[in-house]
C-alpha cells in the first residue's frame, strides 16, 4: 500500500534529501508497479513537433523511473537520451540493440523507457491541449474529459486518480504536471497563413503488435484501432475531418509463421460474435455517427476471402438501416494488380457521397461560430490496416480537402501527402515495426521500382520482427497498460475507502443475481468417430426438463495419438464431433445454443455452447493451451482453460489429459501442477483467479489393488472400498494435486477400460485393471470483487451498521447430478455432471451513480473531520510512503496542508496551521454554444493556467472561439 498527497513544494522539508544534478521535468506520467519495486515516470526530454490550436505539443524523447523504495536505480548523471539511438526509424526492427550503453546491472524500466522513448509518443505542455480528443469533441462538450481509450499512460495515473479527485474536492489540489500522452503521430506543415496537421491516435484496448492481436474481443474492440485527424487552419477558419482504421472485427488469427501470404484462422462462429461485433459497430455509431466502411482485403475463396466473407456476413445479420452504417468491399489487390493505382479513383467516386453526406467540422474562427460538424465516419481496413488502408485513406483524407476547401495551394498539396505518408509510416512501425508499404506512392501519387524495392525490403524485416521480436514488446505494452497480473499499486485514502464501504453496503441497489445451470461432460473417444446417439451423455438423469445454460464438453484421443498426429493434429474428426455434439444438444433442447469457442491440443478438444439469450452477457472469454507431454515438448498430454466471464462472475473451465499408466501417480501429479501454473490469460490471471473453476477430462488416476480384486469389487457394487484404494482420492487427502476442490458422490462403476463397442472390462492380452479415470471436479471461491465483498459480508454481520440490506451471498457451484454415459464406442465411458450457480448480475451506472452521490456528500460536509477518523484507524496498515510535490510555483499554489501525521504527532491534535486564501481560478470567456471550440481558452486540464516548472518550451496564450452551429447554412474555407 502507497500513502500518497498532493501538496506544495514548500511543505517538504528539503535538507533530508540527497541532491543530484538537476533534471528538466516536463511532466509525470504516473506510477508502475515492476517486481518488488514501484516507480514514478517523469518525462526529462521532449521536441516540439507542432503548435496546435495555440498548445505547444512535443514529441517524447526521454523519460526516468525513479524508484519509491530504493535509491539503487537513481542516475548518477543527468545525461538525455537520444531516442534515435535505440531507435531506427528506416531500419527493419525499430530498435536497435547494439546501441544500448552497457551498464553494471539493467534498470528494470528500461523497456518501458524503450517503447516511450521511440519517438512516437506525445503531449501538450501542461494539458493545455487534450491530444486524446478531437477539435469536434472539445468545441462541443461544456466539460470535456480526456478519452482514455488513447491515454496511454492512464494506468500509470490510475493509482493517483482518487487521491486528485479528493484533494480537488476540498481545494487542495494543482496537478498540471500529470500529462496525457497519446502514441501514434502528430506532424504539422506550413504554407503562408495557412496550416496542416495530422493526429493520428492508436487505441489501448487491444494494442499489441502485428501477430499477438488481431481482430475484435469481447468488448468490442478491434486490434490496430487508430483515429486519425485532419485539422487544416487559417487564421479565420478551422476545418477537422476525421477517419478511423481497424482490423477486421471478426474473431480471427494468423497461426505460425508468415513468410508470404495470410493464412486465416476463425476462431469463433459467427453467432458467438454477432454480440462482440455489434458492440464495435454500436460504439462506433454513438461516438462519430453514421459509419461507412471500406473494407479493402480480398474477395477470393481462400485466406483474405475468409475474412471478407465473414465481415460481410456479420454486417448483413446486424441488418442496420443504410442510414446508420454502410459497408464497400474494394478488392485492393485486384482493381489495382499490375500497379493500376489508378483504380483507387473508382473507390473515391463510390463514396463520395458518402462523403458529403458526413460533411466535416467547419469552425468560423473569425466570427465565432460553428458552421459545420462532421455526422459521420469512414471505418477503413484491410488485413493488418496498413498499407492499402494508408493509401485509401489518404485519397479519402485529400478528397474532403478538395469538397470543402477552394483554392487550395500546390504547396500544400505536397505537404499534405508527405505528413500521411509520414503518419502511414509511424503507424506502421508501431504495429509491424516498419514503415508502411506503398509509402512511395502516397508521396508522389505514383508507383516506382525504387517504390517497390523499398517494399521488399520492409517486407523482410516485418517477417523477422513479427516472428521472432514481437513477443517481447507485447509484453512491454502489456505491462504498461495494466493487462499483465502485477502487485497493485494501492493509493490509500481514507476518504475513498469510506465511500467505498458505504457503496457496498447499498449493493443490493445496483446487484443482482442470476441462476443459471451448466452442464459439464467428458469423454475420452479413443480415436473413433461417432456411431451412435449422445443424448444420454448430455441429459443429467432424474433431472428432469432442467435446459442447461452452458455446456462445457471435453474430448480426449479424438485423434490417435501417434506421431504424424502430435506433430500435426488433423482438425477434421473434432469438427465431425461438433456436428455430433450441437445436432444432439439441439435435438434434446432445442435450437437456441451456439457454440461461443472451441479449441485443440492434439487428442484434447473443449467445445463450449451457451444458449443464444445469454451470449450478449458472456464476454471475456480467453484460452489458454499447456503442453506436458514429453516434459513439455509434445502435446499428447496437457490441458486446454477457458475463461470467461457470465454476466460480473467469472468462471474457468479446464479439460486435461494426464500422464497414462498404474504407477505414473507422481507424472500425474505434476501434469497437474503444471497446467494449473502455466496456464495463463490476460493481465496475468491464472486459472485459480476465477470465482468458479471446473476440471474434466481424462486424469488416469487408477485404483490401488490387483485386477482380480478390482473386478470382482465392481461385480458387487462395493464402489466405496473401490475408492478407499483410489489414486485420486489419495493425492488430494495428501495436499499433492486438486487443492481445495471437490468432486460429487460417486456412485457409478469404473469408466476404463473397456473392449470398444461393449460393456465389457478389457480383456485383451494387457488386461487393464478398471478404474476411474475419467473425473470431473470443481471449486468456488471468491476472486472477483464483487465475489471478496460478498464473502467478507457473508463472515460478518450481514448488514452494515446502519441496518441496509447486505451484498446479496456469494454463491458457490452446486452439483445436481454426477453420473455416467452408456455409450459403446470407445473403450472408455463418458462422464457428465449438471450445476446451478446464481451469476452476479450489476448495474454499473447505478453503481457509479451511487458512488458519485456518495462521494459528494462526503466532501460537501467537513472533510477533515472524516479524514482524521479513518486516518487515526488506518494509519498503521501503510507499508511504503511517498509526497507527490506540486510542479507549480510555492507563492501562487494553493493552501499548505501541516506536516504529515506519525505515531508521535498527529496534527489534529497540536493544530492546523492557518490556511492562506485560495486564489481563484480564471474565468473562462462565455460562449454561445454548448461547449469551449477547439479547446481555445478551455484547457481539458482546469489547473493548466499554472506553468511546469522548468519547462524549456512556453505555455501558449489563451483564445476562446464561440458561436452556434448551423448544419444548413455553411461556406467552403478559402
Not at 487552419?233 to 480471427?252: A, E, H, I, Y
Not at 456436428?579 to 484434447?604: M, N
Not at 486435461?656 to 502455466?678: C, K, L, M, P, T
Not at 499548505?896 to 490556511?915: I, M, R
Request: charged share 20%; with cysteine.
Amino acid at each position: 500500500m502507497l500513502n500518497a498527497r498532493v501538496q506544495p513544494a514548500s511543505a517538504i522539508d528539503l535538507v533530508q534529501y540527497t541532491s543530484r544534478p538537476a533534471v528538466p521535468v516536463y511532466g509525470v506520467l504516473g506510477v508502475l508497479n515492476v517486481g518488488a519495486d514501484v516507480f514514478v515516470g517523469v518525462v526529462t526530454g521532449v521536441e516540439e513537433v507542432a503548435e496546435v490550436d495555440g498548445a505547444v505539443v512535443v514529441r517524447v524523447t526521454d523519460v526516468e523511473f525513479v524508484s519509491l523504495g530504493s535509491d539503487l536505480y537513481d542516475r548518477s548523471s543527468a545525461q538525455p537520451r537520444n531516442p534515435y539511438d535505440d531507435y531506427d526509424t528506416t531500419g527493419p526492427g525499430g530498435m536497435n540493440p547494439s546501441s544500448t550503453q552497457a551498464t553494471a546491472f539493467a534498470h528494470p524500466c528500461e523497456s518501458f523507457s524503450r517503447l516511450l522513448c521511440s519517438g512516437q509518443f506525445y503531449f501538450s505542455i501542461n494539458n493545455t491541449l487534450d491530444l486524446s480528443r478531437t477539435t469536434q469533441y472539445r468545441a462541443t462538450t461544456s466539460e470535456p474529459v480526456p478519452d482514455e481509450q488513447f491515454v496511454w499512460n492512464h494506468h500509470m495515473q490510475a493509482p493517483l486518480h482518487p487521491i486528485l479527485a479528493a484533494a480537488d474536492a476540498i481545494g487542495e489540489v494543482e496537478a498540471p504536471f500529470l500529462v496525457h500522452v497519446i502514441h501514434g503521430y502528430v506532424g504539422k506543415a506550413q504554407v503562408g497563413y495557412r496550416s496542416l496537421t495530422i493526429i493520428s491516435r492508436m487505441s489501448t484496448r487491444r494494442a499489441g503488435t502485428r501477430y499477438n492481436t488481431r481482430g475484435i474481443d469481447d468488448s468490442g474492440s478491434v486490434a490496430n484501432f487508430v483515429e486519425t485527424e485532419m485539422i487544416y487552419s487559417t487564421p479565420t477558419s478551422l476545418l477537422s475531418f476525421v477517419q478511423v482504421r481497424g482490423s477486421v472485427p471478426v474473431f480471427w488469427d494468423q497461426p505460425g509463421l508468415q513468410v508470404v501470404g495470410h493464412k486465416v484462422q476463425i476462431t469463433r462462429s459467427r453467432e458467438a460474435t454477432k454480440p462482440a461485433f455489434e458492440r464495435h459497430m454500436s460504439d462506433l455509431s454513438e461516438k462519430y455517427g453514421r459509419v461507412v466502411a471500406v473494407n479493402l482485403v480480398a474477395q477470393d475463396a481462400g485466406g483474405e476471402g475468409v475474412l471478407g466473407m465473414e465481415y460481410r456476413t456479420q454486417f448483413d445479420l446486424a441488418a442496420a438501416a443504410p442510414e446508420a452504417r454502410v459497408l464497400h468491399d474494394f478488392d485492393f489487390h485486384a482493381e489495382c494488380r499490375g500497379n493500376n493505382y489508378a483504380a483507387l479513383g473508382r473507390l473515391v467516386d463510390r463514396v463520395d457521397e458518402d462523403l458529403i453526406r458526413m460533411m466535416c467540422f467547419l469552425a468560423d474562427v473569425e466570427n465565432n461560430q460553428v458552421v459545420m460538424h462532421q455526422s459521420g465516419v469512414f471505418r477503413v481496413n484491410c488485413v493488418d490496416c496498413l498499407d492499402r488502408t494508408n493509401v485509401v485513406q489518404g485519397l479519402l483524407a485529400e478528397q474532403a480537402l478538395k469538397n470543402f476547401v477552394q483554392g487550395l495551394p500546390a504547396q500544400m498539396t505536397d505537404d499534405f501527402k508527405e505528413l500521411w505518408a509520414n503518419n502511414g509510416d509511424a503507424i506502421s512501425r508501431i504495429y509491424a515495426g516498419t514503415g508502411a508499404l506503398k509509402s512511395g506512392f502516397t508521396r508522389s501519387g505514383k508507383r516506382t521500382i525504387a517504390g517497390l524495392l523499398d517494399d521488399s525490403v520492409k517486407s523482410v524485416g516485418r517477417f523477422v520482427i513479427n516472428n521472432f521480436q514481437d513477443k517481447s514488446r507485447q509484453d512491454t505494452i502489456d505491462t504498461l497498460l495494466g493487462k499483465v497480473k502485477t502487485r497493485k499499486i494501492e493509493v490509500h485514502d481514507p476518504l475513498i475507502e469510506s465511500v467505498k464501504q458505504q457503496l457496498y453496503a447499498r449493493a443490493h441497489e445496483f446487484t443482482s443475481s442470476r441462476q443459471l445451470y451448466i452442464h459439464i461432460g467428458t469423454y475420452n473417444v479413443n480415436g473413433k468417430l461417432p456411431q451412435e446417439p449422445i443424448d444420454t451423455w448430455l441429459r443429467a438423469p432424474g433431472t428432469g426438463d432442467i435446459a442447461p445454460d452452458i455446456f462445457a464438453i471435453g474430448f480426449q484421443e479424438i485423434v490417435e495419438l501417434t506421431a504424424g498426429q502430435i506433430v500435426s493434429a488433423d482438425p477434421m474428426k473434432r469438427q465431425m464431433w461438433q456436428q455430433e455434439l450441437v445436432t444432439a444438444i439441439r435435438r434434446c433442447y432445442g435450437p437456441d445454443y451456439v457454440l461461443v469457442c472451441d479449441g485443440q491440443l492434439v487428442g484434447a478438444a473443449i467445445l463450449i455452447y451457451a444458449k443464444s439469450s445469454l451470449t450478449a452477457h458472456i464476454h471475456s472469454v480467453e484460452m489458454s493451451i499447456v503442453k506436458t507431454g514429453l516434459g513439455g515438448m509434445t502435446g499428447n498430454k496437457g490441458g486446454i482453460s477457458i475463461s470467461l466471464t457470465v454476466h460480473d462472475t467469472p468462471f474457468c473451465f479446464v479439460t486435461a489429459h494426464f500422464a497414462a499408466g498404474q504407477s505414473a501417480v507422481d507424472d500425474r501429479n505434476r501434469d497437474y501442477a503444471v497446467i494449473a501454473s502455466e496456464s495463463m490469460f490476460k493481465r496475468g490471471r491464472s486459472i485459480a483467479d476465477h470465482d468458479h473453476i471446473v476440471w474434466f477430462g481424462d486424469f488416469n488416476y487408477r485404483v490401488d489393488l490387483d485386477n482380480e480384486a478390482v473386478r470382482s469389487l465392481v461385480a458387487a457394487n462395493r464402489f466405496p472400498d473401490l475408492l478407499a484404494r483410489d489414486q485420486l482420492h489419495a493425492v488430494r487427502r495428501a495436499g499433492k494435486s486438486f487443492p481445495g476442490f471437490a468432486e460429487g458422490q460417486i456412485t457409478f462403476p469404473p469408466t476404463y477400460k473397456y473392449d470398444n463397442g461393449s460393456n465389457t472390462y478389457d480383456t485383451s492380452e494387457k488386461a487393464r485393471i478398471p478404474a476411474w479415470c475419467d473425473r470431473i471436479l470443481y471449486k468456488s471461491h471468491a476472486t472477483s470483487k464483487h465475489a471478496q465483498r460478498a464473502h467478507a459480508l457473508m463472515a460478518g454481520s450481514g448488514s452494515d451498521a446502519g441496518g441496509t440490506t447486505p451484498l446479496p451471498a456469494f454463491s458457490p457451484l452446486e452439483l445436481i447430478k454426477y453420473a455416467r454415459a452408456e455409450l459403446l464406442v470407445s473403450d472408455h465411458k463418458p462422464v457428465l455432471a449438471l450445476f446451478s450457480v446464481q451469476v452476479a448480475v450489476i448495474d454499473h451506472k447505478r453503481k457509479q451513480a451511487i458512488y458519485q452521490g456518495l462521494f459528494a456528500q462526503r466532501t460537501s460536509r467537513n472533510p477533515f473531520r472524516a479524514l482524521m477518523a479513518a486516518e487515526e484507524a488506518r494509519k498503521k496498515e501503510a507499508v511504503a510512503t511517498a509526497t507527490l510535490i506540486s510542479l507549480a510555483d510555492d507563492e501562487s499554489t494553493s493552501p499548505q496542508l501541516p506536516p504529515p501525521s506519525s505515531d508521535t504527532y498527529q496534527w489534529w491534535v497540536e493544530g492546523v496551521a492557518q490556511q492562506q486564501q485560495q486564489p481563484q481560478q480564471p474565468q473562462a470567456p462565455p460562449v454561445a454554444f454548448t461547449g469551449p471550440p477547439m479547446g481555445m481558452g478551455f484547457p481539458s486540464n482546469p489547473w493548466a493556467d499554472v506553468s511546469l516548472s522548468r519547462a524549456s518550451v512556453p505555455s501558449p496564450p489563451q483564445q476562446s472561439v464561440s458561436g452556434s452551429s448551423n448544419q444548413n447554412n455553411w461556406s467552403l474555407l478559402d
